[in-house]
């Protein structure tokens, strides 16, 4: 038996780890496929064939409304906020208030962060920049890809003065990048992320062990060693 799984791009490394144990002990094959939360909205809504999403919150009610999503099925996972990324090596700028943070931004000649439309991380960036007057500014420097580690792996290979921003999950995913902290304490937004049985799954029960099984204290150590916290 196959479980396929829709997941969160923020939860891609820890899933990477995972997974084999779960299919030694169960004799199941685990099939993840990982995206921007808004992107895997929009395959679930056009009919994609899975088990179970890891998405967040807010997109689980959207795919409850359209009754895409099974009913009290839904497990917490963790939660983990966004950070601040430069290329392995490069000069760690000071990020540690709100004054620092926009600072480093400004001087910055690339930025990076994931797509907005559908990232969560990507999104949240650019209302920080917003906040902190600087919007116009940072969008004339951004370099946008489809998720947070794409994002982390691009500038990787930037030869610029170039900083990184996404959830401190992705940055730590990407070896060639170094997480330089997160956002200071006042930006900083943490999102949740959970599990969730799709409505037309052949597997339930299959699918709802794997959920079990990403809350066992192994694997919630894994969460946390990738910079989440307790989702309660």
């Known amino acids: 038996m196959e479980l396929y799984i829709l997941a969160a791009g923020a939860t891609e490394s820890i899933l990477m780890d ?7 002990e169960s004799g199941l094959t685990v099939r993840p496929a990982y995206a ?11 009919g994609e064939p899975a088990d179970l999403a890891i998405v967040t919150p807010a997109i689980i009610e959207q795919l409850q409304a359209r009754g895409l999503v099974r009913p009290g099925t839904t ?9 601040i990324a430069v290329r392995k090596g490069a000069p760690h700028p000071a990020v540690g208030t ?6 480093a931004l400004l001087d910055a000649t690339e930025i990076y962060h994931a797509d907005p439309k559908i990232a969560t991380a990507g999104a949240y960036f650019l209302r920080v920049a917003d906040r902190l007057g600087i919007g116009d500014e940072v969008r004339k420097k951004v370099r946008e890809a489809g998720g947070g580690k794409a994002s982390m792996q691009q500038m990787a290979k930037s030869t610029a003065n170039a900083i990184g921003l996404t959830q401190i999950s992705e940055i730590l995913s990407v070896p060639e990048v170094s997480l330089v902290g997160p956002y200071p304490a006042g930006l900083q ?3 949740t992320y959970a599990g969730v049985l799709l409505e037309r799954t ?3 029960e299959a699918a709802q062990a794997f959920l079990g099984y990403l809350t066992s204290p192994p694997v919630q ?9 307790p989702a309660g």
């Open 98 to 103: 709100s004054g620092e943070l926009k600072q």
């Open 18 to 24: 995972v997974v084999g144990t779960f299919e030694e």
């Open 75 to 83: 497990v917490p996972l963790g939660k983990v906020g966004g950070g």
């Open 221 to 229: 150590a894994r969460f946390k060693q990738a910079g989440y916290e």
């Open 189 to 191: 937004e943490m999102t």
């Open 36 to 46: 921007p939360v808004g992107a895997l909205r929009d395959r679930i809504y056009a």
């Open 202 to 204: 052949p597997h339930p």
